[in-house]
Nanobody
């Protein structure tokens, strides 16, 4: 069973930055960040494949950067120029897909419990 533990969430003013981390229980081929606001559909924010290929939601392109440290089995999400609409619970996810599917799929198998990000305007 894969375990994913997110950290780094918090409250920040608009224009600020936060870095989320996700510690995995082992190497993961495909990882992603999702976010969800109560009453709304879960949104994929970014994904990264085993070849380090990445894909971002249009709403975060140019502001967020997904990366991973394979030696530490840790996934990161650097979030800059945060906006009030970025407020959400952020979840880390993992699966065993190859790079192509990793950047296309939303139905990941393994999920963390989430970390809250609140951006005040």
């Amino acid at each position: 069973q894969v375990q994913l533990v997110e950290s780094g969430g918090g409250s920040v003013q608009a224009g600020g930055s936060l870095t989320l981390s996700c510690a995995a229980s082992g190497y993961q081929y495909c990882m992603g960040w999702f976010r969800q606001v109560p009453g709304k559909k879960r949104e994929r924010v970014a994904a990264i494949g085993e070849d380090d290929s990445t894909r971002y939601a249009d709403s975060v392109k140019g502001r967020f950067t997904i990366s991973k440290d394979n030696a530490k089995n840790t996934l990161y999400l650097q979030m800059n120029n945060l906006k009030a609409e970025d407020t959400a619970m952020y979840y880390c996810a993992a699966d065993r897909w190859g790079p192509r599917l990793c950047l296309l799929q939303d139905e990941f198998t393994f999920w963390g419990h989430g970390t809250q990000v609140t951006v005040s305007s």
